[in-house]
């Protein structure tokens, strides 16, 4: 049940979308901004300068959140090297984003992360009336319920 659920989500969501990502600031608090986000058999790939705020708080705590719409992921970040030396990244990024590829991609200071979600939540509405969809990536888990506030 639980793989059909999750590979249906990822399939509705697509080869990639512009999405909120969120990170913790040293010394607490918290500092989002909007990412080009690549889909890859359920993880999720970005793009970013390594003079960027977002880079180094990353590297000292990779826990983030990613969210667009009514979906809302959470997950664990981890650095793969430059962009520019992952074909199967820059095929897909380039084919999404291709005034971002261009720009940004080949330059050396560009790092891939990928962000493997350990929980999503999305809000469903089902004939009209709300719901909350849950996935819990480590127990493998899915729930649809009701919302009742």
Request: charged share 25%.
């Amino acid at each position: 049940m639980f793989e059909e659920k999750s590979a249906a989500f990822w399939q509705e969501f697509g080869p990639g979308r512009k999405m909120v990502l969120s990170t913790a600031r040293a010394g607490g608090g918290v500092s989002s901004r909007m990412m080009s986000v690549v889909q890859l058999e359920g993880v999720l790939y970005f793009q970013t300068d390594c003079a960027m705020r977002k880079y180094a708080q990353l590297l000292a705590e990779p826990r983030a959140a990613l969210c667009e719409g009514n979906i809302q992921l959470e997950g664990v970040c981890r650095e793969m090297g430059r962009p520019a030396g992952c074909p199967w990244f820059c095929e897909a990024y380039r084919s999404l984003y291709p005034g971002s590829f261009e720009r940004y991609t080949p330059l050396e200071c560009e790092r891939l992360f990928a962000f493997e979600s350990t929980s999503i939540r999305r809000w469903l509405y089902i004939e009209g009336e709300p719901h909350i969809e849950l996935f819990d990536m480590a127990l493998r888990h899915h729930e649809l319920r009701p919302y009742c506030p």
